[in-house]
């Protein structure tokens, strides 16, 4: 515990390579007893699902919330209306655009959210600019129709995590979400 700061925790998070990286994670703790659940749209190739998923687990949990995707419950019937029903009933939802390039599934899922009037998180993968660094292939940018929404570009899961671990209380704040 550091002093005027509360307890802190060291997580190593993954990028999409399977490198880790060292993330210090403030524990504010929630002070609510009410989980709040977040659908996650992302295209289900195993890197990004492994580590996206385990990456926003670790973020997340110290809010209490709990995630979700299409699928989650195998006991659906329909996978279209699992989406629809999984964002309707989410508190807030988070969507990601990495090789996403030919399968818009996650900007119809953005578009879902959208009409149902959810707070979200749009995360469009840019590559990274270092020398020496693969970028990730098909990754297509967010439509121009959805460019309107607020939207976090990125290099890479480290540069990714930074942001929304800071931006976070804002984005709670300003949607009224209490975690």
Known sequence: M??????????HLREINGA???????????SS???????????????????????????????????????????????FGDIVNGIQSADLC??????????????VEVGIAHAF?????????AGPTRKGIVKVSDTGSVPSDLQGL????YKGYEDLFKTLYFGLPNFFERHSLRP
């Open 2 to 11: 550091v002093p005027g700061f509360g307890p802190l925790r060291i997580v």
């Open 20 to 30: 880790e990286f060292p993330f210090l994670q403030g524990l504010s703790g929630s």
């Open 33 to 79: 007893t009410r989980k709040l659940t977040c659908f996650i749209g992302h295209r289900f190739l195993p890197g990004i699902e492994k580590t996206l998923r385990y990456n926003l687990a670790q973020l997340l949990t110290p809010y209490n919330i709990q995630l979700r995707w299409s699928g989650y419950d195998l006991s659906a019937s329909g996978l």
């Open 94 to 107: 988070f969507f990601d655009n990495m090789g996403t390039l030919n399968k818009p599934n996650v900007y």
């Open 117 to 125: 009037q959810k707070p979200m998180i749009v995360t469009e993968y």
């Open 150 to 153: 607020l939207r976090i570009q």
